[in-house]
């Protein structure tokens, strides 16, 4: 994060979704409020039905609050009048990669934004090879999206967003019908493009180790939300991630049950190595501490 | 038990888009065992699986359940269907009916079995997949997506399958959606005794459930083992593109450092157990 500039600004949002059994709807988001920042890497975890996809959802105005405001770029998503502004500006990844691709070529898949707004044909090639070179998938411009793998499938949707240049990709479980591999592909993707693009990414997620990769964790329960702060403050948090429904990594929870164990753990450890270190640490000091 | 003689299957036979999807495929599968399945996207599990369900036919060699070959003459086609049940990736895509109740009572409605066993059977599955009974008479799209999830697979079990595979049953869902629905699919396999083969690219939750792992890898089976000697295997995992859970990880990288806990670590609570009593060995 090189700056603070605000990007995305939600300020006390509400919303509810029309309800059979809840006379006046059942409530999503209770006065939800919270900033992005120009550049960083944002993840956000809740279980399902927490309400973080209809968050995602009111970044690019497919929802509009009910009470509240959401400013994008300083335009404010209830206004109709701004639809366009905002939705070039905010890119959509969601969970299922076949129902995002439309066309039988890839590139054509990756121009199909650009070409509907109106940019002209030899910007779009820029465009496109640029998309297709920051998700590393150059090569397979030619092919056809059907008979790739999932992970290359999706980083075809993450290239299609990227076409239509926008400030911010929010993704709405990027990873979840994606084996190993291609969670891994699609984790280093946005790393990079956040890096070296300096891509400003939301990332809604249910895998704990990719949440720990972010620069910061919102989580949302019952339409609040409830912790935010640096991976490591929010996951070394265990009881309460547990008590609502969420998981903290296995090197996390490990350390937590040294600790109550009584042995000298803290548990801001995220990854395998740092828990590594840390038992290898606790080892060594006690063996010192039988020598003396 | 269920045995795999050279099961191979190729998808376009004779075109010139001819894969194989799956290679002479032999094992042989004990009844009552809770087994994994794992591999790489295309390494062929989809298609293995949907052999054993008897919804494809293999390209060449046989596919034997409790005695009875699958598509030769003498198979009894119909009970081998109700003997074996497949919940498919994303099983709540499939939700069709009016009601839960209805949805649920599908396949014991078409077994033609007497209208008080499929209201016990209903019951039955939504017991044992945690659904209320009030939820029955809803309409299944009502319901949020962990409890739909519940009612396709309900839908499965309502056919009392001896053999029970389940495609991906928790991508998508949240760790408590997750770890319910797989608790509830353990305490199933050990009240009813049933065979449960279960394809995940989750290691922490194919490591905390099953006994024994199949590994495929383009279109072979690789490894088969108790879990314990698969996860002994990390660097061959690791080359097949699969991990090792992250407690596995860990272990592993103690062990290097000269830490001495042992190989084939791969639940939490082992972990902790072990790495304790060195701590406290030390300690003394």
Same mark, same amino acid.
């Given at each position: 994060m090189d700056t603070n500039e605000k990007l995305i600004e939600i300020k006390n949002v509400e919303f509810l979704y029309e309800s059979t059994e809840e006379p006046g709807g059942s409530r999503v988001l209770k006065d939800v409020s919270l900033d992005i920042k120009k550049g960083e890497f944002l993840a956000v975890l809740g279980h399902n039905g927490s309400g973080k996809s209809t968050l995602a959802k009111h970044l690019n105005a497919i929802l509009v609050p009910e009470k509240g405001s959401v400013l994008v770029a300083g335009f404010?998503?209830?206004?109709?009048?701004l639809l366009y502004e905002i939705r070039q500006r905010v890119g959509m990844v969601f969970q299922n990669p076949d129902n995002q691709l439309v066309a039988t070529i890839v590139e054509e898949d990756v121009a199909f934004a650009p070409e509907n707004l109106g940019v002209n044909p030899q910007e779009i090639r820029e465009r496109v090879d640029y998309a297709l070179d920051a998700v590393n998938m150059s090569e397979y411009k &030619?092919?056809?999206?059907?008979?790739?793998?999932g992970g290359q499938k999706q980083r075809i949707a993450i290239a299609g967003v990227l076409a239509m240049k926008p400030d911010v990709l929010v993704m709405d479980?990027?990873?979840?019908?994606?084996?190993p591999e291609g969670r891994r592909e699609i984790l280093e993707t946005v790393k990079k493009l956040n890096r070296d693009e300096g891509m400003t990414v939301v990332m809604i997620t249910h895998f704990m180790e990719e949440a720990a990769q972010a620069d910061r964790v919102v989580v949302i329960d019952h339409g609040k939300i409830i912790m935010h702060g640096l991976p490591k403050e929010v996951f070394s948090r265990v009881e309460e991630i547990k008590e609502i429904g969420l998981d903290v990594p296995q090197a996390t929870e490990l350390a937590y049950l040294l600790k109550k164990e009584g042995?000298?753990? &803290?548990?801001d450890i995220l990854t395998a190595d740092e828990c590594v270190n840390k038992i290898l640490s606790v080892y060594q000091s006690e063996r010192g501490a039988d020598n003396d | 038990m269920i045995k795999l003689t050279d099961v191979s299957y190729t998808y376009m036979?004779?075109?010139?888009f001819e894969s194989a999807a799956v290679e002479n495929v032999s094992v042989t599968l004990n009844s009552g065992e809770f087994i994994g399945l794992m591999g790489h996207t295309g390494s062929g599990k989809s298609t293995l699986i949907q052999m054993i369900a008897g919804l494809i036919k293999p390209t060449s060699g046989s596919i034997e359940i409790d005695g009875q070959v699958l598509h030769?003459?003498?198979?009894d086609k119909r009970a081998m269907r109700f003997k074996t049940g497949l919940v498919m990736?994303?099983?709540?895509?499939?939700l069709f009916e009016e009601t839960v109740f209805k949805d649920i009572s599908f396949g014991p409605t078409n077994m033609g079995l007497p209208k008080d066993e499929i209201k016990r059977r209903v019951e039955s599955a939504a017991n044992l997949v945690g659904?209320?009974?009030?939820?029955?008479?809803?309409?299944?799209?009502?319901?949020?997506g962990g409890q739909k999830r519940r009612v396709a697979i309900a839908g499965v079990l309502a056919m009392e399958p001896k053999l029970l595979i389940l495609d991906e049953?928790?991508?998508?869902?949240?760790p408590a959606g997750r770890d319910e629905i797989l608790f509830k699919i353990r305490d199933m396999h050990k009240r009813l005794g049933i065979t449960v083969i279960l394809v995940s690219h989750s290691m922490e939750d194919l490591a905390n459930l099953t006994q024994k792992i199949m590994v495929m890898n383009h279109g072979r089976l690789v490894m088969y083992d108790k879990t314990s000697e698969i996860f002994k295997k990390t660097h061959e995992l690791k080359d097949l593109g699969l991990a090792v859970p992250q407690i596995t990880e860990i272990c592993d990288k103690l062990r290097e450092k000269g830490f001495p806990v042992p190989a084939g670590i791969y639940t939490l609570d082992t972990a902790k157990a072990e790495i304790e009593k060195v701590l406290k060995n030390e300690k003394r």
């Open positions: 404010l998503t209830s206004d109709e009048s &030619e092919h056809a999206p059907h008979m790739l793998s479980e990027p990873t979840a019908m994606l084996d042995f000298d753990f &803290e548990t | 036979s004779g075109g010139p030769s003459k003498n198979c990736q994303y099983p709540e895509y499939q659904l209320d009974e009030d939820i029955l008479q809803k309409s299944p799209f009502e319901l949020s049953p928790t991508a998508g869902l949240d």
